[in-house]
């Protein structure tokens, strides 16, 4: 019997054997496999086509853009403080961190200097911004895999930080509280006591999450040797965050281009040896403690003193004003719906959040529009690399290696 | 002048269309037949020694006659600076050489900036739409010629009637 199919193999069960013609044969072929879009480790709407050969993935092509809702489009027709409710809706789990990058993006394009306590009221609430992110993809990851538990008891501590989230802002998740040129408004004592309290609460709880884990024959057996990408792979690839430095590349713009508070602050930064599931994890779990210890210095340091730069052609003035005041009220009026004029240039902005390098690339012709804008988004360029991860793995390991990027479509689509 | 700007100014004595440094980025343009040798410069040579591309992104300027222009952006781990390369192509002939034989990280990047904007890109190992579907027939969304609401079949739909309750 013939087979059109260039890849189909036949086998003769045992050629050695005296009758061998008279035995029957046995065919191989790949298997396409669809995984997704609609499946629950993919973490949003994502399709992967596999090639398998038995349950080894020999080629897998993602198939993306179920998401996509034409983000950078729109950012053309609106002025640049309208643009900010947007990037909350890039990636919706961490939605501080993309207000930051995107206001230091505009920021850097009309070098405009943000006062001090807004800085380090930036840099707390992005720590704790990466805390959350952190605590979601720990919880996910360990659910994809099989561990339920890990995944309660991260909610858990999450529900704490998003409520705190609400209090500060009004949103839980879709929260815009960065502003260009400073911050909405500024945290109440009830906020610092509340924070001071969680961070004493959360320390002992790391080491809680890690108890399931660190020795679980399991989780060992699943992340260590997954995925392995090398450094000089990593970095042509464009990768970034938990998912370079896994592979031992110390590249972090906290440290590389420092901003905001953060030269202030004395933190490390963890680099993984080599390049597996499981250094990512434990990547991400030092991170939490550096965290904490950011929180912790910004905290001290803080002091009193406006939250918002003075320059009325760009920044929001202050809501007081703005109820109270007619002028203040035009001010703002304006400045949402016409907005300021920007110098005619191009910059990009590129900010450490805690998926990788989230940048903004921006070119402006000068008046209040951006004329294009770019988001570099790590997640998309992560997923560049996941044919290269996941030859010659199981299927059961594909929802790991995407797991393991901290992949969230809204942003990888856009 | 920024010395990276300064360095490719002494390698390239033709080829290099304009150098500009804005806000501390450093943007080198050039034309598009030196473009692979421009770049096979950033990524080899010790002193540039750019070995992590940061992005690939497209800008439609449509009153120009060179109407497109294409932006990669690159960063170098070991030496810790970052410059933009650019380069123009015309709307007629619309493709430029892909830079994936050098940073594999712009396979889907460059795709990216196919779907959008309609740039080919030759030696391309994989040129399909990345983020619209297959079969999506109705353009580049992000030209500046596509309407913001979109084009297509949608337009022809009617609006329902209210139902009576």
Partial sequence: ?414 | MHPLLQRIQQTFTVGVAGLAEWRGDAAVTVTRDKLHEVAQFLRNDPGMDFDYIVHVSSVDWPDDEERFEVVWEFYSIRKRHRIRLKTRVPESDCVVDSLTDLWKGADFMEREVFDMMGIRFRNHPDLRRILMPDDYTEGYPLRKDFPLRGKGWRDTFDFLDEVPR
């Fill in chain 1, 1 to 414: 019997m013939a087979f059109e199919d260039q890849r189909t193999t036949v086998y003769k069960i045992d050629p050695e054997h005296p009758e061998s013609e008279s035995l029957p044969t046995l065919r191989t072929e790949e298997l396409l496999l669809n995984l997704g879009p609609q499946h629950p480790s993919t973490h949003g709407v994502l399709k992967v086509i596999l090639e398998l050969e038995g349950e080894r993935l020999v080629k897998s092509t993602p198939v993306m853009g179920y998401l996509h809702r034409g983000v950078e489009k729109l950012a053309e027709d609106g002025t640049y403080h309208q643009f900010i409710p947007h990037t909350d809706r890039l990636d919706y789990v961490c939605a501080m961190y993309n207000n930051f990058a995107y206001c230091r993006a505009v920021e850097k394009l009309l070098n405009l200097q943000v006062p001090e306590r807004a800085e380090y009221l930036r840099t707390i609430v992005a720590e704790v911004q990466r805390i959350i992110g952190h605590q979601f993809w720990l919880g996910a990851q360990a659910l994809d895999i099989g561990a339920m538990t890990v995944f309660f008891y991260c909610f858990r501590d999450r529900e704490i930080l998003l409520d705190w989230f609400n209090e500060l802002c009004g949103a839980r998740l879709t929260t815009s509280w960065y502003r260009i040129g400073g911050v909405e408004r500024d945290l109440t004592p009830s906020l610092i006591d509340k924070l001071k309290q969680f961070l004493d609460y959360f320390l002992p709880k790391i080491d809680e999450y890690q108890v399931f884990l660190e020795k679980n024959r399991i989780w060992l057996g699943r992340t260590k040797g997954v995925a392995v990408i090398s450094a000089e792979d990593a970095v042509n690839f464009g990768l970034s965050g938990p998912v370079l430095r896994g592979s031992g590349v110390d590249y972090d713009l906290r440290k590389y281009e420092p901003y905001s508070a953060y030269p202030k602050c004395e933190f490390s930064v963890p680099v993984g040896k080599n390049g597996d599931t499981y250094d990512r994890y434990w990547i991400r779990v030092m991170e939490l403690y550096e965290s904490v210890k950011i929180i912790r210095q910004c905290l001290d340091q803080m002091q009193e003193g406006p939250v918002m730069a003075d320059v009325p052609s760009v920044t929001l003035p202050p809501k007081e004003r703005v109820f109270t005041n007619l002028e203040s009220m035009i001010q703002q009026f304006k400045l949402f719906s016409q907005g300021f004029d920007a110098p005619p240039g191009e910059i990009y902005c590129g900010t450490e959040a805690h998926k990788g390098e989230l940048g903004f690339y921006i070119v402006s012709t000068g008046g209040g529009k951006p004329y294009r804008l770019k988001i570099r988004a790590p997640s998309f360029i992560h997923m560049g690399a996941f044919d290269h991860m996941a030859r010659g793995y199981m299927i059961s390991d594909a929802c790991t290696i995407f797991g393991s990027y901290d992949i969230v479509m809204g942003e990888c689509d856009r």
